[in-house]
């Protein structure tokens, strides 16, 4: 089956860090574009955060985390990952990993359930 | 930042009726637009890509046009399955922006 399994949420104070991971299975992900994308509550989507496939991966990073978030991936564990660091009241999101299939362009395919990160004190 | 506008930002309408949300580009991103519909509590689903192209499976009540500046998403006959918050979103350039929403809501 096809999926994208985020876990790694949780509830966390101003300031601390967090790690985000996506496992995925059912396709070739190494071929795939990865981004994370989040929700806060009650609101809109946010584009997050992206990585190309493949060697020197290019990454794109939204400007409200650049600086303090950090997207990675290992290919060989089928994974994406999030370093979520100096994290903020309004980082508090449900956070989506979403593949992007090559050939389409930056359209988000395949999504997760999504994991809720909470920052408060 | 492109900024992207839908409207309007909820509709109510019934079984059967036809409905069109659109969004518009703060410039112009040639056909790269895609529409989402989320549910309550699941995570948003690809239903157009390019302005027009349905991803599979989507059913073929949903149209998506324009190019440019402006664009539509279109359901030609509502279905009870289909109340739910659509959002676009452009590829054009990073960072990719989304609406902010439109939810359909039953008459």
């Known amino acids: 089956e096809v999926q994208l399994v985020e876990s790694g949420g949780g509830l966390v104070k101003p300031g601390r860090s967090l790690r985000l991971s996506c496992a995925a299975s059912?396709?070739?992900?190494?071929?795939?574009?990865m981004s994370w994308v989040r929700q806060a509550p009650g609101k809109g989507l946010e584009w997050v955060a992206s990585?190309?496939?493949?060697?020197?991966?290019?990454?794109y990073y939204a400007d409200s985390v650049r600086g303090r978030f950090t997207i990675s991936r290992d290919n060989a564990k089928n994974s994406l990952y999030l370093q979520m660091n100096s994290l903020r009241v309004d980082d508090t999101a449900v956070y989506y990993c979403?593949?992007?299939?090559?050939?389409?362009?930056?359209?988000?395919?395949?999504w997760g359930r999504g994991t809720l990160v909470t920052v408060s004190s | 930042d492109i900024q992207m506008t839908q409207s309007p930002s909820a509709v109510s309408a019934s079984v059967g009726d036809r409905v069109t949300i659109t969004c518009r580009a703060s410039?112009?991103?040639?056909?790269?637009l895609a529409w989402y519909q989320q549910k309550p509590g699941k995570a948003p689903k690809l239903l157009v890509y390019?302005?027009?192209t349905l991803q599979s499976g989507v059913p073929s009540r949903f149209s998506g046009s324009g190019s440019g500046t402006d664009f539509s998403l279109t359901i030609s006959s509502l279905q009870p399955e289909d109340f739910a918050t659509y959002y676009c979103q452009q590829a054009y350039t990073f960072p990719h922006t989304f609406g902010g929403g439109t939810k359909v809501e039953i008459k």
């Open positions: 410039q112009g991103i040639y056909y790269w």
């Open positions: 390019a302005a027009s």
């Open positions: 990585i190309t496939s493949g060697p020197g991966s290019d990454i």
């Open positions: 059912g396709f070739t992900f190494s071929s795939y574009s």
């Open positions: 979403a593949t992007t299939t090559p050939s389409t362009g930056w359209y988000f395919d395949l």
